[in-house]
């Protein structure tokens, strides 16, 4: 059986067990653990960095001393970016579309990848690559009775909406199948995060949780 299809990787049991993962995208983040922390703290322990981020790759290791939350990395679009973050201590790789060259490094390491797709097609091929979930992005797009669509003939995938994706709407992605939504910037605010306001990303982080029941 295929490791990475399976929830017995730690980021994948996170993920499913808290519903909800972020993407934090900042033009720098002064302290990536105090981030994972205040994230954790509140209730979403997967915390995708993303290489839009300069330095990313100190970023990740920094936040990855953070015992209770699972750090990985995002917006992985080679081989070379998938090493060097597996290297540093990436738990999880995410992709904003379909990379075979990803996925190669992601199963060579049994390290977890989520990857992009959005049509039926690239679903299906995202899952044959060996992808762990599949993002659906940008879920803003059709929103939650898209996904729904995509579960009737693929009932068997981890589906995971991303973009668009806030506190008014995550309940009703859950609601229409999807095993965990993504957080984006209304919880993990640009801004926020170059501001050091670790406590209202926290409170942010909590809104949003709160908002899956």
Known sequence: MNPLLSSSSR?????????????????????????????AGAGIRAVELTFTTPGVLDAIGKASGVPEAVIGVGTVTTRE???AAIAVGAQFLVT????????EVAVAHSIPVIMGAFTPSEVLAAAEMGAAAVK????????????????GPFPHLFLIPSG????????????????????????????DVVGARWSHIGSQAARFVHSLD
């Open 81 to 83: 970016q998938a090493e």
């Open 136 to 151: 659906i992005f940008p879920a803003r797009a059709l929103g939650p009775a898209y996904l729904k669509d995509l579960l």
């Open 96 to 103: 904003p579309a379909l990379r075979p060259e990803v996925a």
């Open 11 to 39: 980021a994948v049991a996170v993920i499913r067990a808290d519903r909800a993962l972020t993407v934090v995208r900042a033009p720098e983040i002064p302290d990536p653990a105090a981030l994972a922390e205040a994230l």
């Open 164 to 191: 668009g994706v806030n506190a008014h709407n995550a309940r009703e992605f859950l609601t229409a199948g999807a095993i965990a939504v993504t957080a984006g910037t209304d919880v993990v605010a640009p801004a």
